[in-house]
């Protein structure tokens, strides 16, 4: 108790014979205790007192979850297009844009320095002011920067918006995964994020055949000072999931373990009945909860110094820095130490290749009409291209043209995820998180490997697609982890600095295929099939959080 000052709605006690008093007195203005109940959890007792994950079990699992899977499942999506879309971009803009593979490697990368200056400020403002109005905030940003970026003409404005569309973009990964998992009941937590995790895969296939349809149709408009060219079209379309999205999270509550953390308990059992409606059909006023357990310990919440001030520079400012002392003090220090290793090795390899996937399928294709039947690996492939192709220092001509094979190769190297992500969803409660990872990391490591002997273009998209099929599943199977590791009051900023991480990652994984595939070809996929196997086994050393309550 602090300072005499207790907030419960009526208590029952075998003292008083179970008649119900209440003791709430009015509370300092600078604190407010909800003081921890602990009474047997019987469903039918409409003054039941439960903790968080008893709650949500009580609402029942129906629409609103449904619902909800398909909102935070196209925030996935429209990010990994977001992400992704570059790739598909890379070989048509690189007469517009006067591109190399060097200026190509910053092209792909510029997004994810974006993206780490973002995420862990948007993380922490999650943690402060609530899921939701910060995903709505990102969604729309997200959107206007890639029309922005559609309707630019010169390379350096185009690195400038795509810059701030990652800025805009690192708040979403961290923040809807966070959102998504305080919904979710313990038993079905792990596969329903896994579930979540294959939406990427959604916007991965999306992409693909958008690209495939639209940027080699050659539509589009130009004049000698303006162009708005098939690949701009591509981009302008592929902004329209953001705007949808923003639409679409108006229609959803705030995370009620959220609300829990910042002591609101009256909103939190709202949104608990708006929940237990859509899922039952049943009247709010059946819903058998009335109290809840809050924490082990009384909570505080200072009203004139902190809670009083969220909606302020100073008070968000004040979060940021609480959060991430707390992130790197033990015993959270741990957790946060692995998982920034794990996302820095897994995202090298992820982003590494699959960005650049679409590159290598239109150098072997390149290579093939010039020397047809002829067998080369991706190191021979790669030096004539770069020595004697049509797009090389040495060609007097830059051609455009993109065959429609190299988006039906990515397309097939996309689809072969889904299969994995059907495997992820139903087993990942059962096999466990870190089964999965590791499995996954060993077998894309491998992969990786592979991808040096080879010897055709068929054989490069075999191996390429069983790369994308395996890393998949690890990428589900991180994703639940890292969100679930983390405290409540903290989560969506670890997953933030896991993603600072991740971006990183992205942008070394491109930028080092970038400088070695064309100066030392061997190098890359050795590199990261070492630290996409070394990374994975490092998940090991963090708990098990499969069917575990929510910290």
């Not at 943690?127 to 709505?136: A, E, F, H, T």
């Not at 940021?320 to 992130?327: A, E, I, P």
């Not at 999965?436 to 080879?454: H, K, N, Q």
């Not at 490069?460 to 679930?484: M, Q, R």
Request: net charge neutral; with cysteine.
């Amino acid at each position: 108790m602090v300072n005499g000052c207790r907030l419960n709605n009526a208590t029952t006690s075998s003292s008083n014979n179970g008649k119900s008093t209440d003791d709430t007195q009015k509370c300092p203005k600078h604190e407010i205790e909800v003081e921890v109940l602990v009474l047997g959890k019987d469903f039918n007792n409409q003054n039941q007192d439960v903790d968080f994950e008893t709650a949500i079990e009580m609402t029942g699992y129906g629409r609103f979850h449904y619902f909800l899977l398909v909102v935070c499942g196209f925030v996935s999506t429209s990010e990994e297009m977001d992400v992704v879309s570059m790739s598909f971009i890379l070989p048509s803009a690189q007469c517009d844009l006067k591109l190399n593979t060097y200026t190509k490697g910053w092209l792909n990368s510029i997004i994810f320095i974006g993206m780490m200056s973002g995420a862990y400020i948007w993380g922490s403002v999650a943690d402060s002011l609530g899921r939701k109005k910060v995903l709505i905030l990102i969604s729309v940003m997200t959107g206007i920067c890639i029309l922005a970026s559609g309707f630019s003409q010169s390379y350096s404005l185009f690195m400038f918006f795509r810059f701030l569309n990652g800025a805009a973009l690192g708040g979403s990964g961290p923040v809807i995964w966070s959102y998504f998992a305080e919904f979710q009941p313990k038993k079905k937590r792990g596969s329903m994020l896994s579930f979540m995790a294959a939406f990427w895969t959604l916007g991965n296939l999306f992409v693909a055949g958008l690209a495939w349809i639209v940027i080699p149709s050659g539509i589009g408009y130009e004049s000698p000072d303006f162009k708005l060219n098939s690949w701009r079209i591509y981009l302008l379309i592929c902004s329209l999931p953001s705007f949808l999205v923003a639409m679409l999270l108006c229609f959803l509550p705030e995370s009620p373990k959220f609300l829990l953390s910042r002591g609101e308990h009256d909103k939190a059992i709202e949104v608990f009945r708006h929940i237990y409606v859509m899922n039952t059909g049943s009247d709010a006023s059946s819903y058998p909860v009335r109290t809840l357990e809050v924490a082990k310990k009384a909570i505080e919440l200072k009203f004139n110094e902190e809670y009083a001030s969220k909606n302020s520079c100073s008070g968000m400012l004040g979060d940021v820095m609480r959060n991430g002392k707390q992130l790197f003090t033990s015993p959270i220090l741990k957790f946060t130490v692995i998982s920034i290793v794990i996302n820095f090795s897994f995202h090298i390899g992820y982003y590494g290749l699959m960005m650049w996937f679409p590159e290598l399928f239109n150098r072997f294709n390149e290579y093939s009409q010039a020397h047809p039947g002829q067998p080369a690996t991706i190191c021979g492939v790669t030096e004539y291209v770069v020595n004697s192709g049509v797009n090389s220092e040495n060609s007097a001509t830059c051609s455009e043209k993109i065959a429609g094979s190299v988006f039906l190769e990515s397309l097939i190297t996309v689809a072969a995820a889904i299969p994995s992500n059907i495997f992820a969803v139903l087993g990942i409660d059962r096999l466990g998180r870190k089964f999965f990872l590791v499995f996954s990391t060993f077998t894309s490591g491998m992969c990786a490997i592979g991808l040096y002997f080879v010897h055709s273009s068929t054989t490069n998209l075999v191996v390429s697609a069983v790369f994308s099929s395996a890393i998949s599943c690890g990428n589900a199977a991180l994703d639940c982890l890292i969100t679930e590791v983390f405290p409540t009051n903290l989560r969506a900023t670890g997953v933030a600095v896991s993603m600072i991480a991740a971006r990183l990652g992205g942008i070394i994984g491109n930028i080092v295929i970038a400088t070695l595939l064309d100066l030392y070809c061997p190098a890359p996929t050795f590199i990261i099939a070492f630290l996409l196997i070394g990374g994975g086994l490092l998940c090991l050393f963090l708990p098990n959080t499969t069917r575990a309550p929510l910290a």
